[in-house]
T-cell receptor
Framework: SAVISQKPSRDICQRGTSLTIQCQVD?????MFWYRQQPGQSLTLIAT?????????ESGFVIDKFPISRPNLTFSTLTVSNMSPEDSSIYLC??????????FGQGTRLTVV | QQPVQSPQAVILREGEDAVINCSSS?????VHWYRQKHGEAPVFLMI?????EQKGHEKISASFNEKKQQSSLYLTASQLSYSGTYFC?????????????FGKGTKLSVIP
């Protein structure tokens, strides 16, 4: 099965700072997705990261707050900018290698203090 | 629009069975089922494409009723390892991509 590596696995950050989360896939994929899971909640899609074009953001998420890069077909980053305690969540990247099953990274548990 | 999962929570004794439902008000292309344990990423269980098929994975199986836009996850002879939160994720027909919209989850607790 496909391998997806996400890092860091967890971090504790000061409010007002930024954190960049990296996601590496072992095969080339067209679309990668970034999700947020707030404590005790379900997963919510932040954006779709497409190689060679700007990310597509879902309602409630903006590029200034969650800039995304997708320099090639195996790598993507999500930055959480100007963090506040409300940003404390698990962030997950995912991709769909065969157009069906979705694979998730291990997740990044972010705590903002 | 988020699919609706039911029940929100269920407690089982080892060996008992459970059914978790996932309903959508929009036409579905596929339904994905995941289990998440506390502090871990979701783990893929199975995917069902429209067509009413049923799939199985050891003692866990699922069905997809295209007419009702509903999927059900069946857990039989539950084991302690089945404990966790189960999410259904839906891909809507005509969405143009494979982004998943998740239900709120069903917390399953299996006790000895």
């Amino acid at each position: 099965s496909a391998v997806i590596s996400q890092k860091p696995s967890r971090d504790i950050c000061q409010r007002g700072t930024s954190l960049t989360i990296q996601c590496q896939v072992d095969s080339q994929v067209t679309m990668m997705f970034w999700y947020r899971q707030q404590p005790g909640q379900s997963l919510t899609l932040i954006a779709t990261a497409n190689q060679g074009s700007e990310a597509t953001y879902e309602s409630g998420f903006v590029i200034d707050k969650f800039p995304i890069s997708r320099p090639n077909l195996t790598f993507s980053t999500l930055t959480v900018s100007n963090m506040s305690p409300e940003d404390s969540s698990i962030y997950l990247c995912s991709f769909v290698p065969l157009g069906q099953e979705t694979f998730f990274g291990q997740g990044t548990r972010l705590t903002v203090v | 629009q988020q699919p609706v999962q039911s029940p929100q929570a269920v407690i089982l004794r080892e060996g008992e069975d459970a059914v978790i439902n996932c309903s959508s008000s929009k036409a579905l292309y596929s339904v994905h089922w995941y289990r998440q344990k506390h502090g871990e990423a979701p783990v893929f269980l199975m995917i069902l494409l429209k067509g009413g098929e049923q799939k199985g994975h050891e003692k866990i199986s699922a069905s997809f009723n295209e007419k009702k836009q509903q999927s059900s996850l069946y857990l039989t002879a539950s084991q302690l390892s089945y404990s966790g939160t189960y999410f259904c994720g839906t891909v809507y027909s005509g969405a143009g991509s494979y982004q998943l919209t998740f239900g709120k989850g069903t917390k399953l607790s299996v006790i000895p």
